[in-house]
């Protein structure tokens, strides 16, 4: 498993995520998906699922999360914090075995676990990726035979899962600036890549929900510059109505590869939890970084989600 210690980031601008209006596109549960909402989808790059998960099935993510935080081995590929950490660790006593701030890499693979207690480590746990064949409840929210088929009807064909991510953003926890997911995969432009993000609790501007510009994928890739992260220029954001993405434990939002989003920092004392897996079509063949960087802009090689 990789252990990253990402580097702390400047605070974005406030104005930056105005809300100029709330996620309209949503349908009441899976039921509600039929030709309109596809439209609606294509149209707008976005579409919310109210209810997509079960409350059983939200708790038992949610506490599979939560033990993953706790673990010394969370059985994942990566996991990656925050990057206050560092400053965190100068100014309390660590623990003995862990990694002492002196040899940290920031941005980089770390040397193992930071030198905390477990519960201390765990607030500033970022992210985990690649974790499905470990952890059944986390792979259920993934494989739901209803979001397959609705992200098969989206892509034109049989769609496979390719990336899996858990997103915890921590109390006042750092923006994932405007980008398009797209901009990060070695996939031909034309290819539907469909991104799905799962809230497990209830999610809102002042805790880091998503905000998207909606209508922004039909555009098609829009250069990507090496700033706060591998990101948009704050101007792309200018002339879009920035809708915010309100959400409810169990509610899933779809998006397209292409469509602008991002999301602020978390103002609250409180962590952010959600799920996002992308799906891409079955017949879907790599390309290399020639393709991407060409698109997307040259600062982007080797970078990661």
């Known amino acids: 498993m990789k252990v990253i210690y990402e580097p702390e980031i400047a605070s974005h601008a406030p104005e930056l995520y105005r809300v100029d209006a709330l996620a309209q596109n949503a349908i009441s549960g899976w039921d509600g ?17 109210r209810g997509a998960l079960s409350a059983e099935q939200v708790l038992a993510a949610q506490k599979e999360l939560h033990a993953m935080t706790l673990a010394d081995d ?3 590929g990566s996991m990656a914090y925050e990057g206050s950490l560092p400053e965190h660790l100068r100014r309390v006593e660590v623990q003995p075995g862990g990694t002492p701030v002196s040899q940290f890499s920031l941005g980089q693979d770390g040397a193992g676990q930071p030198a905390l207690a477990a519960e201390e480590r765990a607030r500033f746990v970022r ?4 974790f499905t ?17 609705v992200v098969k009807a989206l892509g034109g064909e049989p769609m496979q899962l390719f990336q899996e ?14 980008h398009q997911d797209h901009a990060y995969f070695n996939f031909p432009l034309t290819t539907k890549i469909i991104g799905v993000w799962i809230a497990l609790e209830a999610v809102r501007p002042e805790n880091g929900c998503m905000f998207v510009l909606a209508g922004g994928h039909l555009s098609g890739p829009r250069t990507h510059f090496m700033r706060r992260d591998w990101q948009l220029c704050d101007t792309e954001a200018e002339g879009f109505v920035r809708t915010a993405v309100p959400m409810q ?57």
């Open 33 to 49: 998906f039929d030709a309109e909402a596809q439209a609606r989808y294509e149209a707008d790059g976005y579409l919310v699922v």
């Open 74 to 76: 969370p059985h994942c």
């Open 127 to 130: 992210k985990f990726m690649d």
């Open 133 to 149: 064949a470990q952890h059944p409840p986390l792979a259920e929210a993934a494989q739901l035979p209803e979001l397959l088929s």
């Open 165 to 178: 991510m858990a997103l915890l953003k921590p109390p006042h926890g750092r923006e994932k600036p405007w």
């Open 249 to 305: 434990a169990g509610d899933l939002l779809l998006f397209d590869g292409k469509l602008p989003h991002g999301t602020p920092i978390n103002q609250t004392d409180e962590t952010r939890w959600a799920l996002q897996y992308h799906y891409l079509p079955s017949s879907a063949v790599k390309t290399d970084d020639i393709v991407r960087l060409a698109a997307f802009g040259a600062d982007g090689k080797d970078v990661s989600c």
